[in-house]
């Protein structure tokens, strides 16, 4: 088993930046691609960025790119979403998961993290 912990999250104001981290136990953590994903209310969980086991690949959903940069220290066993230039539309809890390659399907991913609430206030 992988265990994942998110943390990072909070309330932050429209044109802000929060950085989230991904702290993983139990497995080797490098062996693993990673991504973030991220559900609104009342909405489906959607991918946001994902990034290979090396760190050489990473991907991103087009309503990020350019906002949010994924990135992992594997000697940590920890990976990272830096999320800039925030907007309301960005509020959700935010989850880190782990699985064989960068995919942009939940179903691709075999370990979650509880997730970690950003709240954007206009």
């Known amino acids: 088993q992988l265990q994942l912990v998110e943390s990072g999250g909070g309330l932050v104001q429209a044109g802000g930046s929060l950085r989230l981290s991904c702290a993983a136990s139990g497995r080797a953590f490098s062996s693993y691609a990673m991504g973030w994903f991220r559900q609104a209310p009342g909405k489906e969980r959607e991918f946001a960025a994902g990034?290979?086991?090396?760190?050489?690949?990473?991907n991103y959903a087009d309503s990020v790119k350019g906002r949010f940069t994924i990135s992992r220290d594997n000697a940590k066993d920890t990976a990272y979403l830096q999320v800039n230039s925030l907007n309301p539309e960005d509020t959700a809890v935010y989850y880190c998961?782990?699985?064989?390659?960068?995919?942009?399907?939940?179903?691709?991913?075999?370990?979650w993290g509880q997730g970690t609430q950003v709240t954007v206030a206009s």
């Open positions: 998961a782990a699985g064989l390659v960068v995919d942009t399907h939940v179903r691709a991913y075999d370990y």
């Open positions: 990034i290979s086991w090396g760190g050489d690949i990473t």
